[in-house]
């Protein structure tokens, strides 16, 4: 068996120094838990989300999946979403891909890889979508506008379930938002497609219906 007590170690050079910091940390976070914010990003063990933001444990509420995909059957997203909406009572969810991710490229290369091929599929809707768009771009970039249209389509899909739904008609305060990070700069783009209401949601539909004709 692999060692990994080095991890253990860490661990506790980490927990000490966050004590160090801020005494009591531990102890208040465990009696709580109220973040302001749900993040939905890619497994990539590149893109942290925590670090990325510059967040303590217990300030951001956190879902991963290859690709940073929210799917109306998938019900351990949704569930991880009626969560932070209905009880943590989020105000913010942040759907953050990423560029040159790796599940967007195999889904556009069309490589049989298995199980995943599944997953994978929604992708691909999204890139037949777009496919007058993606063709008048050259090659090399159209992963990267790829990872950023199915960033725009999962803040859609985020924005359609019945929980965000559910809580706009009762007016609770809260907003989806769209970004991308960057693995060769360390900064996140904003993709400019919040979305605060149902009404946001089916304009912003409609717009991108429009630029896929």
Excluded at 57 to 62: A, H, N, R, T
Excluded at 101 to 110: D, H, I, L, N, T
Excluded at 120 to 139: A, M, V, Y
Aim: proline share 2%; charged share 20%; with cysteine.
């Amino acid at each position: 068996m692999s060692d990994i007590n080095h991890l253990l170690n860490k661990n506790k050079r980490w927990a000490s120094e966050i004590e160090q910091q801020n005494p009591g940390f531990f102890e208040k976070l465990s009696k709580q838990q109220k973040p302001e914010y749900l993040w939905i990003g890619c497994s990539d063990s590149r893109v942290p989300a925590n670090q990325i933001v510059g967040l303590l444990p217990g300030e951001i509420f956190v879902h991963r999946n290859i690709a940073n995909q929210v799917i109306h059957t998938d019900l351990n997203a949704l569930s991880v979403i009626q969560f932070a909406v209905d009880v943590l009572q989020v105000k913010h969810i942040i759907v953050c891909g990423h560029y040159n991710c790796g599940g967007v490229k195999a889904a556009m290369e069309r490589q049989p890889l298995g199980l995943i091929d599944n997953w994978l599929r929604h992708i691909q809707d999204t890139q037949h979508q777009f496919r007058h768009e993606l063709g008048k771009i050259e090659s090399i970039k159209q992963v990267d506008r790829m990872c950023e249209l199915n960033v725009v389509q999962q803040v859609l899909n985020v924005a359609r379930t019945t929980v965000l739904l559910g809580a706009w008609a009762r007016k609770q305060d809260v907003t989806v938002h769209g970004w991308i990070y960057g693995l060769t700069d360390g900064l996140v783009k904003d993709q400019k497609v919040s979305i605060s209401s149902a009404e946001q949601a089916e304009e912003l539909v409609t717009h991108y219906a429009e630029k896929s004709l």
